[in-house]
């Protein structure tokens, strides 16, 4: 087989005459992997047929080194769950997969191992697609240690973190890319622009309903259909707990699908209603029977030939809950005594919970409904608590999980369970994060063994309150909605406290990825969720509680996504992929959208031809307008430079003029002497276009900048004089054009103010915790602004780069992308990239004249503990590790530029001597 391949891969190559790079590229990639010799074909086949590992008794992946089988064992995973190996064959058999099970199955495991075989075997790299930050740098984490045992590379898309074109690696060795959806799509580009998507085999996209969720969906959805246009041979793998459409999805993306059911931990889930418990199946039950009762009474109406014709009514919520038949309905349990009687409380009809308002005030009207939504959290936390298992409780909001929490902390007092093991750890560790200041109260919860989880907490604290519940320091996580979708935290008991996410209602799929969050393998045969419904949110009973999950609906028509529908046409244009509008209209033709207009306008004899043409048409003219697309009269489309700029940096398309005007502006009158006026140009637009400055604090800021630092207000017109000119008012703010908001004096006002925030921690190296309270706004929300500072800064010098006019700002720029990220000096920047390194470790490191990753890696352990005197032995020696690693990552990389330059020298015409 081995020397077939070898005779058919030859023949294929002498009938390449004139094919694209690219393709050869992808069979250079085919010689790598014959370059295997056969007498380690035959090691690995008689090392395949000899043990068991991971595999049993199944044969795919006995492929595999061993090392691969030490890993997951280590993390208690010794075999493979019978749906897994039923998915994988399927992979196997079809190159293309979409896969949906339950959360908390074990989906993860099947994507890591069809990637492994494809670096390993197929000698391709792989695009791991997340949806956040925090899965991504989880997944980098978690993955290092088993590329350095298998010999590949971990590399990081996210903000601002990702080399762009990806360095080629001369020693043969393959990479995992895991990026974000946004990373992934400019880092596609990027490998189309130099002829190299030919070295991805396969691209695994994690949480795939995400292709139905607005903006970031049409961004998915363009970036697979590039891929797959670009690529047709390039492998898919994709994986989601909530998808109702999964046959739709699998044929936009040409892949076979499977569905599983089962979870290796037992659910049960229940749902509250006034102070009852109620089985969710009895629920579902209930409502189905409502529900057909409605449909029969409707078609009962209507004649033989509109029976069949008309579509099955649409039954409204409330007539439905009206309709509903509570008899049947029987309490597993009732919670608390809100009147002291508890066989009053057993009398309890759930009927009046569902359709009128007064039953929701407590029965013996001493309690208010929220009293006894709390009581509740609190008698099913105890029980947790008591039993020495993990509770995950969801609230709608920051305020919301820090009030909850400290409910709950008042309920758990008399039960004296005494401090958890290890939190006078954690707490000193949070002190060093946050200082003594806003999160009082959540030290004080920790003594407890509880704590909340929120955007409001800087980076750092998020991670050591995620750690400390993973490790049992914590027993009970208060958290918002957010961290349903993030890293993986599972509980034995999960309570949804409210049916809404901020102010808007809960979804299907989000239910299911909080409820699914219970059941812990490893440590529970069971899990149990609790979903706390009230009157204000009874209306999305009934859609919470239907079993199929909700169905994933292209968004590239909408208006609300027409910025990243105009990013991925632009892409196709810059690319080449799409050089006519024909060729467009052809492309479009394939997406999503498009499969399911088919399928929605059978019945209506709609031209599926026509909407495409109609999307085409709404989509090319705000890009000929903006000036980034040229149409010729020939219907050929060329990018403009402009348009090449915005789609290489990744900008909003809409504020690609605001961009060109800043920068304009700033080169010609840019203050050098002070990195103040690079920092003001770094505030990203939508950020200053929402934010409201109180004009008082706006004063009080600008009153403490002097010199240079003043003459860049005073340049956009922001100065004490034109403050007072408001005072007790806000600077106005013109809404709707982004230009005219930006330009206004409020948005200026607006921007200085988050860049003198901005200046103190980054310039004056004061924490953010004390930046925080000084500007009166969230030290979460500060730091998130460093971070989207950060990245816009890079998506500026991205943009300066590709344009012939500011490829000046381009340097000043890059230098401060780090920097923003860290939110430090350029000193502590160099320390804070190894990985795991925290600030305040940064800082004593720089006090004690230990100034480069160089100095750490090539310190003794006991110097490095007499220089610190905070730190173990054993975290001396990590440390030391650590340091080590990157530097061995960075001399890696060194080592591939150069190699890199000389190819390109190598193959450069030789020019004529004087």
């Given amino acids: 087989q081995h020397q077939q391949h070898q005779q058919q891969h030859h023949q294929k190559q002498q009938q390449l005459t004139h094919q694209d790079s690219e393709v050869l590229d992808a069979l250079l990639a085919d010689e790598e992997a014959m370059r295997l010799s056969q007498e380690q074909v035959a090691d690995h086949s008689q090392r395949a047929s000899s043990r068991n590992g991971l595999t049993g008794q199944h044969g795919l992946l006995n492929d595999l080194p061993r090392c691969v089988d030490e890993h997951y064992a280590k993390a208690g995973v010794t075999n493979l769950y019978p749906w897994q190996k039923e998915c994988l064959d399927v992979a196997a058999k079809a190159g293309n997969v979409v896969y949906s099970t339950p959360t908390s199955a074990g989906k993860t495991l099947v994507a890591e191992l069809l990637a492994l075989r494809t670096i390993l075997l197929k000698q391709r790299d792989v695009l791991f697609i997340l949806p956040y930050v925090a899965i991504v740098e989880e997944k980098v984490r978690s993955f290092s240690a088993l590329a350095d045992a298998v010999g590949c590379y971990v590399e990081t898309y996210a903000g601002p973190q990702g080399r762009m074109p990806p360095l080629q690696r001369h020693d043969g060795k393959r990479t995992l890319f895991v990026a974000t959806i946004e990373k992934a799509h400019i880092l596609v580009q990027s490998l189309i622009n130099n002829k190299r998507l030919g070295r991805i085999g396969m691209v695994v996209v994690d949480e795939l309903h995400m292709l139905g969720a607005g903006h970031r969906g049409v961004l998915l959805e363009g970036l697979l259909l590039t891929m797959m246009v670009r690529r047709p041979t390039m492998g898919i793998v994709g994986m989601t707990a909530t998808i109702g459409n999964i046959q739709e999805v699998a044929q936009f993306l040409h892949a076979s699908h499977y569905t599983s059911s089962r979870r290796p931990v037992a659910l049960h889930e229940y749902v509250k209603l006034g102070s009852a418990i109620y089985k969710a199946q009895d629920v579902r039950d209930m409502l189905h029977t409502a529900r057909q009762r409605v449909v029969d009474s409707l078609l009962a109406s209507a004649s033989a030939a509109q029976q069949a014709t008309v579509a099955p009514p649409t039954v409204d919520c409330y007539a439905l809950l009206r309709l509903c038949d509570t008899t049947s309905l029987k309490p597993v349990r009732i919670l608390g005594h809100c009147d002291g009687s508890r066989e009053k409380e057993k009398r309890a009809k759930v009927g009046g919970c569902l359709s009128e308002r007064r039953t929701w005030v407590g029965h013996g009207g001493s309690a208010t409904t929220a009293d006894q939504d709390i009581a509740g959290v609190i008698e099913l936390v105890s029980e947790c608590v008591l039993n020495k298992q993990a509770c995950l409780v969801f609230g709608s909001s920051r305020r919301g999980c820090r009030n909850l929490a400290s409910r709950i902390v008042h309920g758990l007092r008399p039960l004296n369970q005494g401090k958890p093991k290890g939190v006078l750890k954690l707490i000193a560790q949070l002190r060093e994060s946050v200082g003594h200041g806003d999160h009082s109260a959540l030290f004080e919860m920790l003594e407890y063994g509880v704590a909340y989880h929120h955007s409001g907490l800087t980076k750092d604290m998020r991670q050591l309150v995620e750690a400390a519940y993973i490790d049992g320091t914590i027993k009970v996580l208060v958290a918002t909605t957010t961290l349903a979708a993030g890293v993986n935290m599972p509980a034995k008991r999960v309570i949804v406290r409210e049916a809404r996410t901020g102010k808007e209602m809960l979804t299907r799929t989000q239910y299911k990825q909080m409820s699914g969050r219970a059941g812990r393998v490893g440590f529970d045969v069971e899990g149990d969720s609790y979903l706390f419904m009230d009157f204000t949110t009874r209306t999305l009973l009934d859609s919470l509680m239907q079993q199929e999950s909700e169905h994933c609906r292209s968004n590239l028509a909408s208006s609300k996504a027409l910025n990243e529908s105009l990013l991925f046409v632009l892409a196709l244009v810059v690319t080449e992929i799409a050089h006519t509008k024909e060729g467009l209209h052809e492309i479009l033709s394939q997406t999503l959208y498009a499969i399911q207009h ?20 709404r989509i090319l003219e705000p890009l000929i307008d903006l000036g980034l ?123 200085i103010y988050l860049a003198i925030a901005m200046w103190h921690v980054v310039k004056l190296q004061q924490p953010i915790w004390d930046v925080a309270r000084k500007f009166e706004i969230d030290s979460g929300f500060l730091e998130g602004l460093l971070q989207s500072a950060s990245v816009f800064c890079h998506q500026l010098a991205t943009y300066c780069q590709g344009s012939q006019t500011f490829w000046a700002v381009a340097a000043l720029l890059t230098g401060l992308v780090k920097r923003l990220h860290f939110g430090a000096s350029e000193e502590l920047v160099t320390l804070l990239q190894i990985p795991g390194m925290k600030l305040g470790n940064a800082k004593r490191l720089l006090i004690a004249g230990l100034r480069t990753p160089a100095a750490i890696a090539g310190c003794s352990v006991d110097r490095l503990v007499a220089k610190l005197q905070t730190i173990s032995r054993q975290q001396a020696t990590d440390l030391i590790a650590r340091a080590r690693r990157f530097l061995a990552h960075e001399a890696r990389n060194l080592m591939d530029e150069a190699y890199q330059l000389m190819e390109a020298t190598a193959t450069q015409p030789s020019q004529p001597t004087d």
Avoid: W, Y
Avoid at 602 to 612: F, Q, T
Avoid at 660 to 678: D, K, N, Y
């Fill in 629 to 751: 697309v040229a149409a010729h009269e020939d219907g050929t489309l060329v990018a403009e430079p402009k348009g090449i700029a915005t789609s290489q940096s990744g900008l909003n398309v809409f504020q690609s003029d605001a961009v060109h005007r800043l920068l304009t502006r700033f080169t010609s009158t840019a203050v050098l002497s002070t990195e103040f006026h690079a920092l003001l140009l770094s505030v990203p637009l939508s950020i200053a276009a929402a934010f409201r400055a109180d004009p008082n604090r706006i004063r009080l800021a600008h009153r403490e900048l002097a010199g240079a630092e003043a003459r860049v207000c005073e340049l956009e017109g922001v100065t004490q004089e034109t403050l007072s000119m408001f005072q007790g008012s806000r600077p106005p703010m013109p809404n709707g054009d982004l230009i005219k908001t930006v330009g206004s004096f409020g948005g200026a006002c607006n921007r």
């Fill in 598 to 617: 088919r399928v929605d306008d059978a019945s209506n004899s709609i031209d599926e031809k026509d909407a495409v043409q109609d999307l085409c048409d």
